[in-house]
């Protein structure tokens, strides 16, 4: 059975980081594109950025370019988005998702990350 | 503002046929394939039409998809009360290098 398992999110001061971990279990891991999406509260989904199965592509939405850096260990069966210079604007559940030429065919449960003084 | 423009609501009773529209560009829905995503009240979402008009197994042949030049649409037949959810489209944008939503669409089933 796939799961995606997100953590790490929480409460955060504007300007500081916060590193999100994806653990990713019921199929190879290291076979698929990954994916953040992130959904501020009562809005929509807002996709994030995503890697190649070997890390070598990553693509990214304009408004994070810069500050987000996405990565994997494919020996762990982790995906992980370092999130730096967070903002209130960036509050939002954040989930991880499996890619499968674009769709995105399993997604985690998310994890809420709250940008905030 | 999303890239990809959806009704912010649709409505119909149980049994009807409802369609939920999904309007793009040649960047996006043009030059590329449409996915629709279902998200029930407090979940994550779930792939439910992939490549314009595919269902992934498990899927019930209720929901169907169209693309047609920069627009595409989710159509569900027999309306049923856990249809009740919000709905959005997506697809790959090759001006911004990334996969754009709509703004998503909130079925109310009555």
């Known amino acids: 059975e796939v799961q995606l398992v997100e953590s790490g999110g929480g409460l955060v001061q504007p300007g500081g980081s916060l590193r999100l971990s994806c653990a990713a279990s019921g199929f190879t891991f290291s076979s698929y594109w990954m994916s953040w999406v992130r959904q501020a509260p009562g809005k929509g989904l807002e996709w994030v950025a995503n890697?190649?199965?070997?890390?070598?592509?990553?693509y990214y939405v304009d408004s994070v370019k810069g500050r987000f850096t996405i990565s994997r260990d494919n020996a762990k069966n982790s995906l992980y988005l370092q999130m730096n210079s967070l903002r209130a604007e960036d509050t939002a559940v954040y989930y991880c998702?499996?890619?499968?030429?674009?769709?995105?065919?399993?997604w985690g449960q998310g994890t809420l990350v709250t940008v905030s003084s | 503002q999303s890239v990809l423009t959806q009704p912010p609501s649709a409505s119909g009773t149980p049994g009807q046929r409802v369609t939920i529209s999904c309007s793009g560009s040649?960047?996006?829905?043009?030059?590329?394939?449409v996915y629709w995503y279902q998200q029930l009240p407090g979940t994550a979402p779930k792939l439910l039409i992939y490549r314009n008009n595919q269902r992934p197994s498990g899927v019930p042949d209720r929901f169907s998809g169209s693309k047609s030049g920069t627009s595409a649409s989710l159509a569900i037949s027999g309306l049923r009360s856990e249809d009740e959810a919000d709905y959005y489209c997506?697809?790959?944008?090759?001006?911004?290098?990334?996969?754009?939503f709509g703004g998503g669409t909130k079925l109310t089933v009555l």
């Open positions: 040649s960047s996006n829905i043009g030059s590329n394939y």
């Open positions: 890697i190649k199965q070997d890390g070598s592509e990553k």
């Open positions: 998702a499996r890619e499968r030429s674009v769709a995105l065919d399993y």
């Open positions: 997506a697809a790959w944008d090759d001006s911004l290098s990334g996969t754009v």
